[in-house]
């Protein structure tokens, strides 16, 4: 999903100082340049067909020597934590992380926060559904923003439940929305639910709370 990372608004939270919590980022819309949203789509599709190709075993070697040689090209470039334009890059499903489900943010108001996008065969769990292991995924990142949105930017999840209500199908557009439901001094109570349509898939609520300055 899109959106910026929460250590910006960590530094507005506290008068330009860091405060607990998230190092200062900031959306980086830009700096991935002109091909950045292609090589991390690029990448999708090969995470795909990591976990979906049935080759001659030839076919593996090949792609493996493919493989390290893209690495090497890369890893001079690797850098810390918030220099990457991965998880930046707002324009881009899933804020260009691979990381993040490819997903992209429909609406963002304060108590409520919007997303649509499919789950891929990387996510698949068994029998065509998805994972059980990537909604909490979902939720997690949602309950974050709906959080941040709410004014409370430097939290983090203490607990978040799920209920798998129906299997959630791969590759069909769904939708989640996650709301506000109270707030109590450092405590945000979240709540979100996951649609195909009008069914149900899931529903989470979760407890979000606010870091103490000297809190990672
Ligand atoms: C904008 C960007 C947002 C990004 C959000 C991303 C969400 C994430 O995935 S963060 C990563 C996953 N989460 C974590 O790693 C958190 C790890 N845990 C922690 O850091 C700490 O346990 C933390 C900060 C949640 C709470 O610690 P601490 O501040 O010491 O809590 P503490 O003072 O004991 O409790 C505060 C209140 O919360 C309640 N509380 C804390 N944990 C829980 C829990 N698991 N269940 C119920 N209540 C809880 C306490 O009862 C207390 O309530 P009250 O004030 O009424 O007495």
């Known amino acids: 999903m899109t959106r910026a990372t929460?250590?910006?608004?960590?530094?507005?939270?506290?008068?330009?100082?860091?405060?607990?919590?998230?190092?200062?980022?900031?959306?980086?819309?830009?700096?991935?340049?002109?091909?950045?949203?292609?090589?991390?789509?690029?990448?999708?599709?090969?995470?795909?067909?990591?976990?979906?190709?049935?080759?001659?075993?030839?076919?593996?070697?090949?792609?493996?020597?493919?493989?390290?040689?893209?690495?090497?090209m890369l890893r001079?470039?690797?850098?810390?934590?918030?220099?990457?334009?991965a998880n930046r890059s707002i324009g881009l499903p899933g804020r260009?992380?691979?990381?993040?489900?490819?997903?992209?943010l429909t609406g963002l108001e304060p108590g409520r926060v919007t997303a649509a996008g499919v789950f891929r065969r990387y996510h698949l769990g068994g029998n065509g559904a998805a994972h059980g292991g990537v909604l909490p995924l979902l939720f997690d990142d949602i309950f974050g923003m709906v959080t941040h949105a709410q004014g409370q930017p430097v939290s983090r999840t203490a607990y978040l439940t799920v209920n798998y209500r129906n299997v959630t199908p791969?590759?069909?557009?769904?939708?989640?929305?996650?709301?506000?439901?109270?707030?109590?001094?450092?405590?945000?109570?979240?709540?979100?639910?996951?649609?195909?349509?009008?069914?149900?898939l899931a529903d989470a609520d979760a407890l979000m709370v606010r870091l103490q300055p000297w809190q990672p």
């Open 6 to 72: 929460g250590a910006d608004d960590a530094v507005r939270d506290d008068g330009g100082k860091r405060r607990g919590g998230f190092p200062m980022f900031s959306a980086a819309s830009e700096d991935g340049g002109p091909h950045f949203g292609r090589f991390v789509s690029a990448m999708r599709d090969l995470q795909d067909l990591a976990v979906s190709a049935a080759p001659d075993p030839e076919v593996f070697g090949a792609a493996a020597d493919k493989a390290e040689e893209l690495a090497a």
């Open 76 to 85: 001079p470039y690797a850098a810390e934590e918030g220099r990457s334009p």
């Open 96 to 104: 260009g992380s691979l990381l993040m489900l490819p997903w992209m």
């Open 170 to 200: 791969l590759e069909k557009e769904l939708t989640v929305e996650a709301t506000v439901d109270s707030a109590d001094g450092r405590k945000t109570y979240v709540s979100g639910r996951l649609w195909d349509g009008g069914t149900l």
